[in-house]
Each structure stands twice: as C-alpha cells, then as structure tokens.
C-alpha cells in the first residue's frame, strides 16, 4: 500500500495542481472531500451534449470533536457506498485541495522551459514556502512570461501540499476502489464552473469567488477566467452553526437547522416583522449568525484591498458564492451591500442543455469544486 502510494505521488509531482503526468482519461469522477459532506459528480457528453450522470451529496455526519482517523474512515464508507449504490464503473477520479495544509502562490523563477522547471522546482520554491520543503507535495503551472529588473522571467502559480494531507485523500480515494488521477486545488477547480458561465454579458472587472463551505471559505479572485489570488479564509459554516449553539445554548443539530431556516434578518423592517411575530428566536439567531457575517466580511474587505492596491487597473464587477453556506439565507444580499458589487449564487449546473430534473436547487452551489472537477477533461 505505502509504496503504492508513493509510486502515485512521484507521479503527481510536478503539474498542475499537483497532477499526474499521465495522459488525462476521457471522464473523470469529481470527488470534493469537505468538513461536512463528500460531493461527487459525474459528467457525461452524449453525442456531444454534457449531462450530469451522477451527483451524490454525501454528510459525514461527524461533530468538530471527530479526529482526522475518523474523518478518513466516514468519507472513505460514504463514498465507497455511493459507488456501489449507483453502479459507477468509472475509476479515474479527481478531487482538490484546500486549508492550512495547502499553499497556494504566485512567484517569479528565472525563465526556464517546462520541462526544466521541474528540476529546479524544490530549490527555487522553498523561499516561498512556510513549510518544511521535505515535507510537502509541489506542483505548478505556468502562468506566461513577465519582465522583472530588465530579465525575462516565468511566472507560474506554485502549489505546496502537506504530504501527510495529499496521502490522506489518496487513501480514501483508493480505499474507496477509485483511481486518483488530478489532485487540484479547490479554488482552481471552480474556474472551470465559472468558465461556463461567461460570455458576451460579462460585466467588466475581475470576479472574486466566494466557496464558503463548512471549516473554510476559500478567496479567490479571477481575472478573464484565472485565478490570480487565492486565500483560505477560515470563518465558515461551521463558525455560523457554533455561534447559534452557543447564543441559544441548543446542541449542533438545532443550530443547523435554525441557522438554514432564519439566516441574517436584514434592515429594521423585517427585524420589526419578526418582533411583532414574537419571535425572539429569530433575531437570537440572525444576531449570532451576523456577528460570524461582521468577521468573515472584515477579512473579505482585507484580502480585496490588498488585491486592489497591487495594481492600479484593478477592479472587482462581481462576487460569485458558492459551497453550502451560499444559502444561507439573506448573504448574497448582505454581502452586495456590505462590498458594493453583485452577488450571485452559482448554479453549477446552470450551463447543462437539460438541467437534472432530481438536484434540489438550493443543494447546487456546494456541488461547484465538484463539478469543476468532474469537467476537468473539457477544460484541459
Ligand atoms: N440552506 C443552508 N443555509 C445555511 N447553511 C447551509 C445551508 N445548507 C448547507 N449549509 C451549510 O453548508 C455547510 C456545508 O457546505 P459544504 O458541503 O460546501 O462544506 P464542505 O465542503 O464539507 O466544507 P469545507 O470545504 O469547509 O471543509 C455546512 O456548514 C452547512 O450547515
Ligand atoms: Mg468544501
């Protein structure tokens, strides 16, 4: 197993995304493993139109006390029982990346052909790296040339994993009976979603993405369909759900159902409305849920400012959420105020010529790092 294992992750150093070199199959299963819930999709074209074959969404079930021997086990069993469930016979399977255990940046290396780059990769990386080089996965991808100081550089986005994180999703992907073929980042692996949804319409300025899942709300900012920043954020659903447990002392899966059910209340209207209903529970909760929302947008406001001063052109013309907090009710309408620019809610699936008549709609958006990566073999 263990030199398996490594056989696989020598093949997986040095592409994008931490991916194997092997040529790209025709389908690949999209495997998002979250805090929360494992999301599969699979895509299919027939006679040349894209169709969802299958989606499972998939909760672990598991408290914040659940140690990452427990976490490995569940999704491993969800997983392996939603293949046999549904008889897919596809083995190659891609799944991405995100958290503390992942870095993600954007470097200049002195100009170099690929195939060069990575046999300098380790030396000429390990200043960016806040880890031990020994003890993380590379990858990287050519982003194009740029001038520094008079000198032809290449710039590339350079990806560090923890070992111990890569060989933690391979495991269940194996042990699950799937072939790990792409192991990508989860920011990246959005862009293929929203490469689906420009066109002509598009309105100017760069899209920031918005996964706010259940441990983490990855940031990133994509300029003409790539991404140019990426950051983890971590105030996410699971911050919301223990802020409620917390404000009306009731267990987890109270909270998560009186946080989905009430969300943010938003202007003085409806805090009145829900007033004259008697119901302080309502605003009990809508007031632990905004104090998280304050949090989460202060960092927002952070990390977008930082994005704007690198560059006097810079501009934002949309956020775009995703992850299953995008529902949390009334966000993309606070978040529109409180950063000035539309928010819309992505529909993964929006792009299909037949949109699959049994995904509930309002489970779409956690299904984004998983169709992005279901559609891994279109884009590439
Ligand atoms: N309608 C809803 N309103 C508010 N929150 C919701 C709703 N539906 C799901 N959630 C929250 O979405 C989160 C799960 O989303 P998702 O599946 O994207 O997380 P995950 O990918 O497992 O987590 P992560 O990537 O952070 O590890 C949970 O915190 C859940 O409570
Ligand atoms: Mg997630």
Not at 341 to 368: E, G, H, K, Y
Request: aromatic content about 4%; glycine content about 8%; some cysteine.
């Amino acid at each position: 197993m263990a030199q398996m294992l490594d056989k696989i992750k020598e093949r997986l150093q040095g592409l994008k995304g931490l991916t194997s070199a092997l040529a790209r199959p025709r389908h690949v299963l999209g495997v998002d493993i979250g805090s929360y819930a494992v999301k599969v999709v699979l895509m299919a074209a027939e006679k040349g139109i894209p169709m969802l074959k299958a989606w499972g969404y998939l909760p672990l079930g598991l408290g914040p006390e659940a140690s990452a021997e427990e976490r490995k086990a569940r999704a491993t069993d969800v997983l392996r029982a939603f293949i046999a469930e549904n008889g897919i016979g596809l083995k190659e399977s891609a799944t991405s990346l995100s958290g503390n255990s992942v870095i993600v940046r954007y470097v200049k290396f002195p100009r170099l052909a690929p195939s060069e780059i990575a046999a300098v990769l380790a030396t000429e990386a390990e200043p960016f790296i806040p880890f031990d080089i020994n003890e993380v996965q590379l990858g990287f991808h050519v982003l194009g040339e740029a001038m520094e100081e008079g000198q032809k550089k290449t710039e590339l986005v350079l990806v560090a994993a923890k070992k111990e994180l890569v060989s933690a999703r391979l495991e269940i992907l194996q042990n699950a009976g799937l072939n790990p073929a792409i192991i990508d980042v989860d920011s990246f692996a959005l862009e293929n979603v929203y490469e689906k949804r420009r066109g002509p319409a598009t309105p100017g300025g760069a899209i920031l993405c918005l996964n706010i899942g259940h441990s983490v709300t990855n940031f990133s900012v994509m300029e003409n369909g790539v991404t140019r920043v990426v950051r983890d954020i971590f105030i996410s659903g699971g911050t919301l759900t223990k802020a409620v447990m917390k404000a009306l002392q009731v267990d987890a899966a109270k909270a998560e159902e009186l946080k989905r059910a009430h969300g943010l209340v938003l202007d003085a209207a409806q805090t009145e409305q829900a007033l004259k209903a008697g119901s302080h529970e309502i605003l009990g909760v809508s007031q632990a849920l905004a104090a998280v929302i304050k949090d989460l947008v202060a960092e927002l406001r952070r990390s977008v400012d930082f994005y704007l001063s690198q560059g006097s052109e810079r501009t934002i013309g949309q956020v775009l959420l995703s992850g299953g907090t995008a529902k949390l009710p009334h966000l993309a309408e606070h978040l529109s105020v409180e950063l000035k620019v539309p928010v819309s809610i992505v529909d993964p699936f929006a792009f299909l010529q037949r949109p699959p008549a049994d995904l509930p709609a309002a489970m779409a958006p956690a299904f984004a790092v998983a169709a992005g990566l279901a559609l891994r073999r279109y884009g590439d």
